[in-house]
């Protein structure tokens, strides 16, 4: 056991050498390695040393050299900028020379100037001086002869100036007066000359074919079986039919045809549509009448605005509102002595724009002009008054130009025509409604209508004579100054104006026009 004891601790010290052995050595390189790190660590710190040393230099050198190098080029801008400087003060001391020389020839200058001034007022005070003198000396002979001329001719000055003044008023007079009668007769020549060269022109670029417009359609049957069926049981369909439309229906021998009467267009044309759609469907009793009715009078409204948008596209007048282009478009379903007024007013429009081109107005103006001048005869079964003051009103509501307005209100004489554009709507709307075939009327009742309006005018005292023109439109009327004085005059218009409404039937209206006037005459001898 001791044995045992002794190996064991034998082995533990032998192991404990070796432990401290092993220490003791790896200390020993321990410190060797740290010896050998420490001295290639100051080698390389060394070199390092040596590096920035050498770099440091280098650095020293180079910027020595760049400071040379911004030395020089320093003192070469210094150089430059000192030259330009020297440059500059040299011109600017050269140009104060110029200007001082300059400036020393124009003191020059003025002093001479000012030595002649001086001369010249002396040579001038010299000149007032005598005609002063002389002046005084020309009254002093003036007022002598003044004197001796009134003496001779028993005249004072004052009457002598009078006496001349009136001889040469007189003189003056009646030279104006001929030259005035001259100018007169030769402008009314040249005037009417060119006024036919123009209507001529007109009428020869605005030529359009006018069929008259009759008061009765007539809608084709496949069979004289369909009158009945159209009449109905009871006359209950015909009785709708006119109820519905407001035309009257003329059912009568003519084979295969119904008449349809009214003197409204529109109405007429809402009729005869739904008329030709019942008979092409079949089924006719009040129910289906009630809904072509309705589908016709929608047809009606398209066209009458297809036919204003083509009034308008082709009298080439743009930005009119689209009720008055509808208002244009009831015009087609409208007449005047059985001419269309829509096409009576298209050729109107293009009339006029042709005048005006020719006269040098606006054309445009005058195309719109002629295109609204009878507008009014859209609305005259729904509205009461003239078609004239109807068309102002509808011109006014939309806003139209002035020289528009005035144009549709002056185009019959209703006021004095003031513009160039209302004198031409009124030339083309003669052109165009008088020429041979554009109205249809009876010519005996034409002619007995014209004579019983002369007629009348001439039954009452004081009418000298009178003349119905403008178809009829308008009457003239000369009177007797002795009998009928202004006064009187607006009471005889007046009475003419009542006697004329109450015994003649007229289409639109008739203006009653009293001319007085005294005429003075004498003769040269």
């Known amino acids: 056991m001791d044995l045992i004891l002794a190996i064991v601790l034998i082995i533990v010290a032998l ?5 401290a052995a092993g220490f003791i050595f790896y200390k020993k390189g321990v410190d060797e390695g740290i010896e050998r790190r420490k001295q290639q660590a100051e080698s390389m710190i060394g070199s390092a040393e040596k590096e920035a040393e050498r770099i440091r230099d280098a650095a020293d050198k180079d910027a020595e050299s760049k400071k040379k190098s911004a030395l020089i080029e320093a003192k070469d801008e210094i150089h430059k900028l000192r030259s330009e400087a020297d440059k500059e003060i040299k011109d600017r001391r050269a140009e104060l020379s110029r200007q001082e020389r300059r400036v020393q020839q124009k003191e020059e200058n003025l002093d001479k100037k000012n030595d002649n001034l001086e001369k010249k007022d002396e040579l001038l005070n010299q000149k007032i001086k005598s005609a002063d003198e002389k002046l005084k000396e020309a ?12 003496r001779i001719s028993e005249f004072t000055k004052d009457q002598a100036k009078e006496y001349i003044l009136s001889k040469l008023e ?3 007079v009646h030279e104006k007066a001929v030259k005035v009668s001259a100018y007169e007769q030769q402008i009314k020549d040249e005037c009417q000359e060119k006024a036919r060269n123009y209507v001529a022109l007109a009428i020869a670029k605005v030529a359009a074919d006018q069929v008259s417009e009759a008061a009765v359609s007539v809608v084709p049957l496949p069979n004289d079986e369909m009158k009945g069926r159209i009449i109905g049981r009871e006359g209950r369909n015909i009785r709708t039919l006119e109820t519905l439309t407001g035309v009257d229906l003329i059912i009568d021998d003519t084979p295969e045809a119904i008449t349809l009467s009214c003197f409204d267009q529109v109405r007429r044309e809402v009729a005869r549509i739904a008329l030709e759609k019942l008979i092409a469907d079949g089924r006719i009793h009040p129910t289906r009448i009630e809904e072509m009715v309705d ?3 929608r047809e009606v409204e398209y066209r009458i605005k297809q036919e204003g948008e083509r009034a308008v596209i082709e009298t080439n007048v743009h930005g009119i509102n689209h009720e008055l282009i509808k208002l244009i478009g009831r015009l087609r379903f409208r007449t005047s002595y059985r001419q269309n007024v829509l096409d009576h007013s298209i050729e109107v429009a293009q009339l006029a724009g042709v005048l ?3 006269l040098g107005v606006d054309a445009n103006m005058a195309r719109r002009a002629g295109l609204l001048h009878d507008i009014g005869k859209a ?7 003239s078609h004239v003051q109807i068309g102002v009103d509808v011109c006014k509501k939309y806003n139209e130009n002035q020289h528009i307005i005035h144009a549709v209100e002056a185009h019959h004489n209703d006021v004095e025509p003031k513009t160039v554009i209302a004198c031409i709507v009124q030339a083309a709307d003669a052109i165009s409604a008088a020429r041979p075939a554009a109205r249809s009327e009876n010519y005996e009742s034409y002619i007995k209508r014209l004579q019983k309006l002369e007629e009348i005018c001439n039954s009452y005292e004081g009418v000298e004579k009178c003349f119905a023109v403008q178809a009829g439109r308008e009457v003239r009327i000369m009177v007797v100054p002795e009998v009928i004085n202004d006064e009187k005059m607006v009471l005889v218009a007046r009475q003419i104006a009542q006697q004329i409404e109450t015994e003649m039937d007229y289409p639109g209206q008739i203006k009653v026009n009293l001319i007085r006037e005294s005429r003075v005459s004498d003769y040269a001898k």
């Open 170 to 172: 007189d003189d003056l």
């Open 356 to 358: 005006a081109s020719e």
């Open 139 to 150: 009254e002093t002979i003036k007022k002598s002869q003044m004197d001796i001329l009134e």
């Open 295 to 297: 589908k016709a009078r």
């Open 15 to 19: 192991a404990i050498g070796a432990a």
């Open 379 to 385: 609305l005259t079964s729904e509205i009461e008054g």
